[in-house]
């Protein structure tokens, strides 16, 4: 436990050194005015991916997180100035996030990258760049220390967008909180009518 907790932690330590405060304020200003938001990640940053969704959704924001490659190069194509999409890889080489980033740029949307390494192939068809500094252990495929280095990255994007309309903010989660707790208090066992003969076993 001590291991795995302290490469996380090295993990966020790290990656706030590494990350721009300057293409932070421009990822979060450009989320902010966005018309729509796509998020493309496949495999572990799929999950990140569909985290960051509910997160703007539940502020109101028009966001929708794509794992399958082929909705992911489909829905970019329908994207136009003024939208935002967001491609989510480690490594930066996944073939799929680097088209469909490709794909909303040459539509006309802005594009952002969450990536682990400065030269990969994701970062030359992204406008804003923000930059984790994750190093995995031998496991690779479990994604531990990048995962929560991108979970990180995007708690701060949605902070920053939900300060950005403070008012406004609280209200949708507390509109979107009241309605899930409706349905917690209605997800109680039915009680039988009054007078109702019981059920024979």
Do not use: W
């Not at 907790?5 to 304020?25: G, Y």
């Not at 909180?177 to 059920?199: F, K």
């Amino acid at each position: 436990k001590q291991k795995v907790i302290a490469m996380n932690v090295t993990a966020l330590e790290e990656t706030l050194r590494t990350l721009s405060d300057q293409e932070l304020e421009r990822a979060i200003d450009a989320l902010f005015g966005a018309r729509v938001i796509h998020l493309y990640g496949v495999g572990a940053s799929g999950f990140v991916a569909l985290d960051a969704e509910h997160k703007f959704l539940r502020i109101n924001r028009r966001c929708h997180a794509f794992v399958d490659n082929h909705v992911q190069r489909a829905m970019a194509a329908l994207l136009g100035p003024g939208d935002v999409a967001v491609g989510i890889s480690h490594s930066g080489f996944t073939q799929d996030i680097v088209d469909a980033l490709r794909i909303a740029r040459e539509a006309g949307a802005t594009t952002v990258c969450i990536t682990n390494h400065f030269d990969a192939p994701v970062t030359a068809v992204s406008d804003i760049r923000l930059y984790t500094a994750a190093r995995e252990p031998a496991f690779r495929s479990g994604a531990i220390a990048s995962r929560v280095a991108q979970l990180s990255i995007i708690d701060v994007l949605f902070i920053g967008v939900a300060q950005r309309d403070y008012d406004r903010t609280l209200e949708c989660l507390e509109r979107t909180r009241l309605a899930v707790a409706q349905r917690q208090s209605s997800a109680a066992a039915p009680q039988p009518p009054a007078g109702a003969a019981p059920r024979r076993r």
